[in-house]
């Protein structure tokens, strides 16, 4: 597989004294990679923590700063989400950026439900569905299927039967972060991109880039395109090409550490490593 588009991810982190310092801290990278020729800038999503808890409402600024790079979530969780509201957002801020958004969602309960229930679902948590559903519900809503039988005028308010605005190309800029065989024949049975991380269930292997392999490999198998289906690999890239002998020592075993068990690869200047 060939590598056709670079792109980078960040986290978002800020000072809560001082939120603002870092949202544009965000901003101003996302622009330096569309001035340094990358093809994508990705955001990760942080609720009730000191990162992006928003992505979608940074990417919409973004959208203002830059012309060229595509935008994407990696990844919403939708169990946090109202997928009608996050089709209308999400279609909003593709339309702002001239059709360069690229959201990546996943599904699962949100991280420490019992914890948050109360203040997220606190009439509907034992109800509220948490699967592959709520995904569908979601990209039917993108593709612009009707959402409601209300259309028309109604007094001087005129009424639309599918999300607005409607941003044709987005349902083919839809990305899932899968992590089993399962997950994985899902996104490519819904025409979707794959989103592939260092989370991953080892079912038919052991080593990393077997078990990551072979959900390409049932992803590709299960969408139409084929072989042809997007799949973006996410790695972390630690640069040596100015570190001491310390401090790639220090690199390596840190890799070591967290990768154990797992191939990693040495280049001239640095180590690649599947950790997060």
């Not at 001082?18 to 622009?31: K, M, Q």
């Not at 990162?51 to 060229?68: E, K, M, N, W």
Request: hydrophobic content about 35%; charged content about 25%; overall charge neutral.
């Amino acid at each position: 597989m060939s590598l056709h588009k670079l792109g980078f991810l960040t986290i978002g982190l800020f000072d809560e004294a001082d939120p603002l310092a870092g949202h544009e801290a965000t901003l101003s990278l996302i622009e330096l990679g569309e001035q340094l020729g990358f093809d994508s800038a990705w955001v990760r999503h942080r609720h009730l923590q000191f990162g992006i808890s928003s992505p979608v409402a940074v990417l919409a600024a973004a959208t203002q700063r830059t012309r060229r790079i595509e935008l994407g979530t990696a990844v919403i969780p939708l169990g946090w989400e109202n997928p009608l509201r996050l089709a209308e957002d999400l279609a909003t801020v593709d339309v702002l950026s001239g059709g360069r958004l690229n959201p990546g969602v996943s599904v699962g309960p949100p991280m420490h439900y019992d914890r948050v229930r109360h203040a997220l679902y606190p009439d509907t948590g034992d109800a509220e569905d948490f699967g592959h559903t709520r995904v569908r519900r979601l990209l039917d809503l993108v593709r612009g299927e009707q959402a409601s039988d209300l259309d028309g005028v109604e007094g001087f308010e005129a009424y639309s039967r599918r999300v607005q605005p409607y941003s044709p190309g987005l349902i083919h800029r839809m990305w899932y972060g899968a992590g089993s065989l399962r997950s994985a024949r899902w996104a490519g049975e819904q025409g979707m991109n794959l989103l592939t991380s260092s989370v991953v269930k080892a079912e038919e292997a052991t080593e990393f880039d077997d078990i990551q392999l072979a959900h390409i490999r049932a992803y590709r198998a299960h969408h139409p395109a084929g072989p042809a289906a997007r799949v973006s690999q996410g790695l972390v890239v630690i640069p040596t090409d100015s570190a001491t002998a310390e401090q790639r020592a220090r690199y390596e075993e840190y890799v070591r550490r967290r990768t154990p068990g797992r191939r990693r690869r040495r280049g001239r200047r640095g180590w690649c490593s599947p950790a997060t």
